[in-house]
T-cell receptor
Framework: DAMVIQNPRYQVTQFGKPVTLSCSQTLNHNVMYWYQQKSSQAPKLLFHYYDKDFNNEADTPDNFQSRRPNTSFCFLDIRSPGLGDAAMYLC???????????????FGDGTRLSIL | GQNIDQPTEMTATEGAIVQINCTYQTSGFNGLFWYQQHAGEAPTFLSYNVLDGLEEKGRFSSFLSRSKGYSYLLLKELQMKDSASYLCAVKTGGGNKLTFGTGTQLKVEL
């Protein structure tokens, strides 16, 4: 059974048209993450929620926002997508744990975003 | 800053052994993860090392040397389904954040 679910798998939007990607989880994990992954590149952390606390990465563009209305759901909003925002967007979850814990992040299958 | 290096591509033969290296230079170190990612799919967890030495898990083993900033993933008895990208990721700081390498694309051939 899928534990981190991302919808849709493929999303096409127009240049400048706002788009929202969704992620849900059945693991009851405290922490949820959004990554951007471009072809042949490393997943790049955009931001994460530690329970309700939002943590933005310093180099994440203002164009990217996130919402977490409850433990299970997290949304990625791109206010005005540009051509450079075409990528795979990965959602991940993990438990809240100490520094040396071996608990991994659990990833969804991603949403591939195309910009026309 | 954070820097994680992996070879871009590797090719190996079915049934053989392959070693994928990862070197890192990070501010802080709280462990190193290896993930497998098939094309168009989610990364899946393979292994975690925080102490020096070898961790073995079936056909997969992972090694860490903290003093050298070095890790490797060893895959034995390669199968065609092992063709995938292998991502090295370092956990830094007291939280749960990971910094990923760009991944090594492994191709297993007959």
């Amino acid at each position: 059974d899928a534990m981190v679910i991302q919808n849709p798998r493929y999303q096409v939007t127009q240049f400048g048209k706002p788009v929202t990607l969704s992620c849900s989880q059945t693991l009851n994990h405290n922490v949820m993450y959004w990554y951007q992954q471009k072809s042949s590149q490393a997943p790049k952390l955009l931001f994460h929620y530690y329970d309700k606390d939002f943590n933005n990465e310093a180099d994440t563009p203002d164009n990217f926002q996130s919402r977490r209305p409850n433990t299970s759901f997290c949304f990625l909003d791109i206010r005005s997508p540009g051509l450079g925002d075409a990528a795979m967007y990965l959602c991940a979850t993990s438990r809240k744990f100490g520094a040396y814990s071996n608990q991994p992040q659990h990833f969804g299958d991603g949403t591939r975003l195309s910009i026309l | 800053g954070q820097n994680i290096d992996q070879p871009t591509e590797m090719t190996a033969t079915e049934g053989a052994i392959v070693q994928i290296n990862c070197t890192y230079q990070t501010s802080g170190f709280n462990g190193l993860f290896w993930y497998q990612q098939h094309a168009g799919e989610a990364p899946t967890f393979l292994s975690y090392n925080v102490l020096d030495g070898l961790e073995e898990k079936g056909r997969f083993s992972s090694f860490l040397s903290r003093s050298k900033g070095y890790s490797y993933l060893l895959l034995k008895e390669l199968q065609m389904k092992d063709s995938a990208s292998y991502l090295c990721a370092v956990k830094t700081g007291g939280g749960n954040k990971l910094t990923f390498g760009t991944g090594t694309q492994l191709k297993v051939e007959l």
